[in-house]
T-cell receptor
Framework: AQSVAQPEDQVNVAEGNPLTVKCTYSVSGNPYLFWYVQYPNRGLQFLLKYITGDNLVKGSYGFEAEFNKSQTSFHLKKPSALVSDSALYFCAVRPRDNYGQNFVFGPGTRLSVLP | DADVTQTPRNRITKTGKRIMLECSQTKGHDRMYWYRQDPGLGLRLIYYSFDVKDINKGEISDGYSVSRQAQAKFSLSLESAIPNQTALYFC???????????FGPGTRLTVT
């Protein structure tokens, strides 16, 4: 079965420090990979995606993510966290050969950036 | 995302009632989706539609039905609501030519 794991329910980091939100997946083939962010009372907002090419992808708001095929991971990173980055982050995968374009979402990681 | 709207934003209903959640989009996307979000479970797909005449069940379709009235409109119905359908419901859209999905603001549904 396809699955996405986000091993940390909660990540706390001090403002100005680097942050990492972890994601690993179990999906056949080479899936497309995504990160979304959800602010309170809002829908999910697309942050970035990995389709092919360079393993390090850059996205919105200074976020980037590193794809590691051997570890089936797609960790989200930011060099210097802001208080406004505090939100719920979701990793998602979409099988590359899935006509249904069905996404599988992780359970989410709540990021708290402390001033 | 203002391009994907959902109504109502909040709804409280009683067990056994029929309820419809509506989604509209101005993004011009052909594909639309309904998800539910439960704490600690992420998002789970209920139904998806690739065009007006193409409707497909997702992971958790039991107890739900959908209608794609037009390319821009996709409605989710609960024929007889039950308390474990209490959740946050999201509509999403995507273009057949792109990879990512775009989400509406969500509908918080409480079934008492």
């Amino acid at each position: 079965a396809q699955s996405v794991a986000q091993p940390e329910d909660q990540v706390n980091v001090a403002e100005g420090n680097p942050l990492t939100v972890k994601c690993t997946y179990s999906v056949s083939g080479n899936p497309y990979l995504f990160w979304y962010v959800q602010y309170p009372n809002r829908g999910l907002q697309f942050l970035l995606k990995y389709i092919t090419g360079d393993n390090l992808v850059k996205g919105s708001y200074g976020f980037e993510a590193e794809f590691n095929k051997s570890q089936t991971s797609f960790h989200l990173k930011k060099p210097s966290a802001l208080v406004s980055d505090s939100a719920l982050y979701f990793c998602a995968v979409r099988p590359r050969d899935n006509y249904g374009q069905n996404f599988v979402f992780g359970p989410g990681t709540r990021l708290s950036v402390l001033p | 995302d203002a391009d994907v709207t959902q109504t109502p934003r909040n709804r409280i209903t009683k067990t056994g009632k029929r309820i419809m959640l509506e989604c509209s989009q101005t993004k011009g996307h052909d594909r639309m989706y309904w998800y539910r979000q439960d704490p600690g479970l992420g998002l789970r797909l209920i139904y998806y539609s690739f065009d007006v005449k193409d409707i497909n069940k997702g992971e958790i379709s039991d107890g739900y039905s959908v209608s794609r009235q037009a390319q821009a409109k996709f409605s989710l119905s609960l024929e007889s609501a039950i308390p474990n359908q209490t959740a946050l419901y999201f509509c999403a859209t995507s273009a057949s030519s792109s990879y990512e999905q775009y989400f509406g603001p969500g509908t918080r549904l409480t079934v008492t």
